[in-house]
């Protein structure tokens, strides 16, 4: 399988643990995003990365939020003492021209 | 981007074709309209996007209006797998530049009945 991939697919942490995500995007795509999606909602940006560099992070991203993509290849999302608000689906999107989306990491803090 | 408007829910029955609008009135002249369908418990899926003429690919097709105000999106024989909600996104395409990032709305919700 040549597409996204996301692990874990779901998470479930008690409130206050730190929790991090990975993607690894399609080989030859500079580009990567991560999305936020709650039920109901379509997904909302979070932040991008053209290889290795963080150029934009939505105002959603707070200070508990941190993202890396250190070789340019695959990233990680790092959650820091979850709250319950956390909870969500975690989306990863990488492009050349079309963004193709993993299938998600489903947070959800107890 | 400019805001998209689209109906939240449609129901269509199986074999017939789905046709799903948007609105995009406030669409600039280099704003390309894209279409992705998110199937439950799924990530988004690209299917389809154009600028001014009519487009056709395996999936669908994107009919857009002349005015480019508005534009349908059609399924030619849905099947039960093409329930999914369905989201209509303008902007500039990826030039390999900058942050070409996806707004969504709330998207329509197609279902495909039996």
């Known amino acids: 399988d040549t597409g996204v991939s996301q692990d874990p697919r779901h998470k479930i942490t008690k409130r206050g643990q730190n929790v991090t995500f990975r993607c690894d995007p399609i080989?030859?795509?500079?580009?990567l995003y991560w999305y936020r999606q709650t039920l109901g909602q379509g997904p909302e940006f979070l932040t991008y990365f053209q290889n290795e560099a963080q150029l934009e992070k939505s105002r959603l991203l707070s200070d508990r939020f941190s993202a890396e993509r250190p070789k340019g290849s695959f990233s990680t999302l790092e959650i820091q003492r979850t709250e319950q608000g956390d909870s969500a689906m975690y989306l990863c999107?990488?492009?050349?021209?079309?963004?193709?989306f993993g299938q998600g990491t489903r947070l959800t803090v107890v | 981007d400019a805001k998209t408007t689209q109906p939240p829910s449609m129901d269509c029955a199986e074999g017939r074709a789905a046709n799903l609008p948007c609105n995009h009135s406030?669409?600039?002249?280099?704003?390309?309209v894209y279409w992705y369908r998110q199937i439950h418990s799924q990530g988004p899926q690209y299917i389809i996007h154009?600028?001014?003429n009519n487009e056709t690919n395996e999936m669908a097709s994107l009919i857009i209006t002349e005015d480019r105000k508005s534009s349908t999106l059609i399924l030619p024989h849905a099947t039960l797998r093409d329930t999914a909600v369905y989201y209509c996104?303008?902007?500039?395409?990826?030039?390999?530049?900058?942050?070409?990032?996806?707004?969504f709305g709330k998207g329509t919700l197609l279902t495909v009945n039996p």
């Open positions: 999107a990488s492009s050349l021209e079309e963004a193709f």
């Open positions: 154009g600028l001014k």
């Open positions: 080989s030859e795509h500079n580009r």
């Open positions: 996104i303008v902007r500039v395409p990826d030039s390999g530049g900058s942050n070409y990032k996806l707004t």
């Open positions: 406030t669409i600039s002249g280099n704003e390309y």
